[in-house]
């Protein structure tokens, strides 16, 4: 019994390097709206996009938004993709997709906390002499100055 090769009829359009790519190269062009980022709205933008019998994104329409220009950039981000697309029997056929783009706040770098604290000491020993010369002499008593700097 031979096998039989499975035919579609409609193939559907890929975009180059798979899923994978595609989220990569959405989330290497998006940019954080500044008004959104700074009043800090995250969340998630759905977008439905048409991709015509050429590869290339024609329409964009916000299924669920989230404002304050997320919308907006999602959309640009999107209209950029561009799609293989086999021949299908010599029909334009208009395909429809489906893409939700995250949006989420960077966690702020963490302060570096030195490892070593450097300690500098300089120290200088005196004697002092003795007041009367007609005491007899002992040994004088050193005087410490000391000064530190962090």
Do not use: W
Not at 9 to 33: A, C, M, S, W
Not at 64 to 77: K, N, S
Not at 117 to 132: D, G, I
């Amino acid at each position: 019994m031979a096998k039989e090769k499975k035919t579609l009829f409609i193939h559907q359009p890929q975009y180059k390097g798979g899923p994978k790519e595609l989220t990569k190269f959405i989330y290497t062009h998006l940019r954080y709206p500044k008004e959104a980022f700074e009043i800090g709205v995250e969340g998630t933008v759905y977008i439905e996009y048409d991709i015509d019998y050429q590869g290339n994104v024609v329409a964009t329409r916000v299924v669920q938004g989230i404002g304050h220009g997320c919308d907006e950039e999602a959309c640009r981000v999107v209209q950029m993709l561009k799609f293989d697309v086999e021949r299908n029997r010599g029909v334009h056929v208009l395909f429809h997709q489906k893409v939700k783009v995250v949006f989420k706040k960077p966690k702020p770098a963490p302060v570096p906390v030195p490892s070593t604290t450097q300690v500098q000491v300089a120290y200088t020993v005196t004697t002092s002499a003795p007041k009367n010369v007609e005491e007899p002499t002992k040994p004088a008593e050193p005087t410490y100055s000391y000064s530190i700097k962090l």
